[in-house]
Structure formats: C-alpha cells, structure tokens
C-alpha cells in the first residue's frame, strides 16, 4: 500500500480503529465512562495537521526503513497524536482557554454538561477534574498504541528511548511554562527553553528521533536529524507565537490576542520588553494576564511590539533557524522522498497563518 500519497488520511484510519476497539472496551463494564471515551474521541478525530505522525514517517522512510514494517510503523507513529491530544487538553484547562479548532474546550464543555444535568459541585471544578482525567487517558492509550504496533520486539525497542524522553519533555516544558508565567520571568533564554521542551521536542525533534530509531539509523545520523527537528521545532514554535497575537482567529480556532490574556511570557514578549521605552514596556506588562482585554486593547499592544521592532526580531529569529534547520537537514543525508518532504514541511511550518 503506498502510504505516502495521503499519510494523514492513512493516520486518521489508525487512530479511528485503536479508537473505537479501547473506547469499546471500557464502555462495555464502564458505561459511565462514555461521555469521557466519546469527548477523547471526538477531540483526537476533529482534525488537526498529522503534524508528529508525517515527521516521525519521513525520518523512518528517510533513513531507511524497511517496506514490511511500513503498517507498523504507521501505528506507531500514529500513537503520537495522542500524546498531542493530552498535551492541548492540559494546555487549554491550564490556560483557561475557552476554544480550540473552533469549538468549546473540554473543560468547559463538561462545565456545560454539569449545569446542564444539574449536578452537584460546581460545573467549574466538575470541568477541570474531567479534562485532567481525559487528557491522562490519551497519555495512557498513547502508550498502548505505540506498544501493541505490530512491529518486531527489537524494533520497538530501539525507539523506546526516544518515546521515553518525548513523553518527559513535553510535560517539562508544560510545567516550565506555567512556572515561567508564576515567576515572571520575561527573559529571551526562559521562553526559548520552555519553546525547545514544550513545542520543538514533541512535535519535530523526537517524532524524527522516533522515525529514524524505529529504521535502525546510526546515531551520527539520529544526531543531525535531531539538530534540524530542533531549530524547525523551535521557529515552528515562534510562528506560533506571533499567531497569539497576530493570527486571525477564523482561521487559528482561537480567540486572538489569548495569550496576552493568559500572560504568556513568549519570545515576542521578551524581545518586546528588553527593546521597549518605559511608557511602552508598561503597555505590554500591562496587558499581560489580563483576562479582560478587549480587541482593541489588543490591538494597542500589537501597534507596540511591532514598532519596537519585537515582531521583525522574532521574524528575523524565525529565518536564521529555518536556514540551520535545513542545513542540518542537508547534512543527514536522507534518501528521497524524505528529503523533498521534510524541506516542504520546513516552509509550511515556518511560514503558516494558523
């Protein structure tokens, strides 16, 4: 079968079986459960770009991998977006988010269940119990998933290591990042390390560690392959940032201007305050954590950070670490079609508008 035409497509097919068999399971003794199996569910199959997966893909088929285990490589790699689906399911609940992909988060939508069923407690408290327990379950079944992939035992093991380090660094970096916002720390290095745990290590640097362990690469290739996953990951990461701020929320699925509101310290934010006068910088801290800001508070904020020149410092940012990513990219030798893919997915990821 020739996965690459549509791997996304073939991703989605993966997740829906492994889905529908867990799910299927539990609801069978448990069919209390069904709400919290069904929220998990529907959040995973929403959509999103199969971003983990197809990294994880094009560093197996770039270094190697053999044809006979491409079906249980595809399982494997497709594990990964159940480990997102925890990571945004804690990330919503921590920062308050009302909204994700367009729809309520699902903290707020067992908060909507709870009033609706009139049920003791509060619907708040109710919401947030819910989304800690269902994010725990994607983090669990994700680790099933990556475990029963029909794969030679040897196999698996050569990516454990890299599945291992993916799944600690994810939650350091989630745990950095509420302390960085506890702390206050605004400095350019604070919110480049929770960039480099929380969004470069899972999305690009591991799937690809993952990817190319899984095909048995030399470590000296693993290496390099890694280099490029982390500065891509880290630019994807300020693409991101500035999408906070700047992204038009038809077309990000959230609400603009929330991580202001959430008092994100991000690298925008740091170049903004170390390039500020006094009357701007108190602008920005200001607005930051706010809950209440309006649009055009907002806006006054991005009028800020682009006249002290914060968002051509992340932009410039952003473009020295796409130029090392690829050429770190070009020094690990991958064979094509991987090469072309990942060097595509390197412009997407860098220059995208949500």
């Known amino acids: ?8 497509g073939h991703v989605e097919r993966e997740l829906t079986r492994f889905l529908r068999e867990a799910g299927a399971e539990i ?3 448990e069919p209390g459960f069904s709400s919290g199996v069904d929220a998990l569910t529907e959040f995973v199959l929403r959509g999103g770009k199969r971003l983990r997966p ?3 893909w094009w560093g197996w088929r ?5 044809a006979t285990d491409a079906e249980g490589v ?6 990964l977006e159940l480990v997102q689906a925890c990571a945004l399911i804690h990330d919503d609940l921590i920062d308050s988010s009302d909204s994700r992909r367009g729809r309520p988060t699902v903290h707020v939508a067992f908060a909507d269940l709870h009033t609706a069923q009139r049920w003791h407690g509060t619907p708040a408290g109710f919401g947030q119990a819910a989304s800690v327990l269902i994010g725990d379950l994607a983090l669990a079944w994700a680790d099933d998933m990556f475990s029963a992939a029909p794969l030679p035992a040897r196999t698996l093991e050569r990516a454990r290591p890299a599945w291992r380090a993916m799944r600690t660094e994810v939650l350091a970096g989630q745990f950095l990042d509420v302390r960085t916002q506890a702390s206050g720390d605004a400095s350019p290095e604070a919110a480049l390390r929770v960039s480099r745990l929380k969004t470069a290590a899972y999305t690009v640097e591991r799937p690809l560690h993952l990817g190319a362990a899984l095909a048995g690469a030399a470590p000296s290739q693993i290496a390099t392959l890694r280099e490029f996953g982390r500065d891509l990951g880290v630019a994807f990461q300020l693409r991101d940032d500035l999408l906070g701020v ?29 390039l500020a006068g006094d009357e701007q910088t108190g602008i920005i801290n200001n607005a930051l954590g706010d809950p209440s800001l309006t649009e055009s508070d907002v806006d006054v904020v991005r009028k800020t950070l682009t006249e002290v020149g ?16 690829l050429a770190a990219l070009d020094r ?3 064979t094509e079609p991987a090469a072309a893919h990942l060097a595509d997915l390197t412009a997407k990821a860098t220059q995208r508008t949500h």
């Open 74 to 79: 595809l399982r494997a790699v497709a594990s």
């Open 62 to 66: 770039g270094t190697g991998g053999e």
């Open 310 to 325: 914060a968002v051509a410092a992340v932009e410039q940012r952003i473009d020295e670490l796409t130029y090392t990513a």
């Open 246 to 274: 700047f992204g038009d929320p038809e077309v990000t699925g959230k609400p603009a201007g929330d991580d202001l509101r959430e008092g994100k310290r991000t690298l925008l934010i740091a170049f903004g305050l170390r």
């Open 27 to 29: 609801q069978e003794t």
């Open 332 to 334: 690990a030798h991958l």
């Open 54 to 56: 197809t990294f994880a």
């Open 1 to 8: 079968m020739d996965y690459d035409a549509d791997l996304p």
